[in-house]
């Protein structure tokens, strides 16, 4: 058996730490940081209606990159209605009825929508629909639900009910293109920290927040804020 001095082991000690560093720089996690989230105030855009307006919480949520540029500030709803939650195939947020207004998203700079669509500067309704399994949309998401995007210009009253047809031509309106301006809605995957954003394996910047429901309950939703399908 060796015999080691006390300065020998110093050097197995800082072996020992390298290594272990050098293992936990390996590790790579599902979900790395990728920007901030703070606070900011409320949603006061003029061209967004009364109904809208008073709908939302008193406080947004700015989401800037890791390089410190604001993406985008996202107003929730306070009190969203929601419903007994179901099993339905490929979908999550089952509490959430089709095109219910879930809030409001502002864009100071022109970004790109889960399509790769230019989304140009200003404010948007989310409204929460599910994508048909009509083959047509395959392969865009593991999930089939999704936030559509519609000036606030075009889309007035909160509680309005509308067709996915519908919803689909007035967020086209505000896309330019046959298309609605989509945002993905994933897993929120055990996230604790509420709330906070996070890059995910695909690479796509994910805002995790609490939507407050009627009844003063919560909704965890997952909200890719920043990335584009693999298509």
């Keep these: 058996m060796t015999d080691y001095d006390g300065e020998d082991c110093v050097v197995m000690l800082r072996k020992c730490l390298a290594l272990a560093v050098l293992i936990a720089a390996l590790s790579v996690p599902a979900f790395a940081d ?4 703070e606070a900011t105030g409320a949603f006061a855009d003029p ?46 947020y089952t509490e959430l009825a089709d095109s219910t ?64 047809e519908e919803l689909t031509k007035l967020s086209a309106k505000s896309s330019g293109t ?18 906070s954003v996070m890059e995910n394996e695909a690479g796509h910047l994910v805002l995790f927040a609490k939507l407050k429901t009627q009844g003063g309950g919560e909704l965890p939703i997952a909200i890719v804020v920043k990335g584009v399908a693999e298509q």
């Design 178 to 195: 046959n298309h609605p301006l989509p945002w993905s809605l994933v897993l929120v995957e055990g996230e604790k920290s509420f709330p």
């Design 34 to 37: 990728g920007g901030k989230v």
């Design 101 to 164: 207004l879930i809030g409001v998203v502002s864009f100071p700079a022109a970004t790109k929508d889960y399509r790769g669509q230019v989304i140009k500067p200003g404010a948007y309704t989310l409204r929460y629909e599910l994508h048909p399994t009509d083959g047509n949309h395959m392969g865009i998401s593991s999930f089939r639900d999704f936030l559509l995007l519609t000036s606030v210009a075009l889309d007035q009253a909160v509680d309005t009910q509308f067709k996915f």
């Design 47 to 92: 061209s967004a209606s009364e109904s809208v307006r008073n709908a939302l919480e008193p406080k947004g949520y700015r989401v800037s990159l890791a390089d410190g540029v604001v993406l985008c500030d996202v107003w929730l709803r306070n009190g969203a209605p929601i419903r007994a939650k179901t099993d339905v195939s490929g979908a999550i």
